[in-house]
């Protein structure tokens, strides 16, 4: 699918994007490469962990909600917990890079990241127009990509940028409850075993990662 359905191919071509231009022996010293990483952290916690896997799973537990595929709707909702410590970890890891380097957070280079979470926004809503291509089920495309306005604001807010569609409302209150409450039953805290640790990885080519 990543090669074959086009809306698929192209978030796939945006996720892997930016993170080819970085290599592990790049020089930090340098601004331009201070940038390319921070970009880099927000491409990947605020635009692809933080909006574009909530359509996907918004869309999922949609269905959960009336009763329909209970099993998987549970595994994603286990697996968005875990995501929301992840969107938290690379917005801390982003807010703290920048706070060291204040020479990288210019209007130019807050302007790009707003033009990249716009891009993001613009494919997981063609994404979701290809998943549901008429409203059924109780699933309407419309309100979807509003959700995904509404995510993508809190996360560039989060960040300390302007959002794209302010006052916009969230379609599904009932979402965030299903996220955000009862965390104490994320069984992933008492289990992180499944992450490859650095050193299992250092005969691994840049490109191959
Ligand atoms: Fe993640």
New binding site residues.
Partial sequence: MFEQIPTIKRKNEFATRTSHELRRDIDLTDPENKKKLARNIFV?GQCM?GTQ?YGLFGMILGLRRQKKFQGIGEMFQYTLR??S???EVFRNLFMDLVSENMEIWTPEFKEELVETMKEAVALEKEFISDCLPVSAVGLNVDEFCQYIDYIADRRLEGVGLNPLNPGVRNPFPWLAETIDIKKEQNFFETKVTEYQKASALAAVSDDDL
Avoid: G, L, S, V
Wanted: glycine residues 0%; aromatic residues 24%; without cysteine.
């Fill in positions: 990947f962990e896997f875990d995501e410590n992840h969107i």
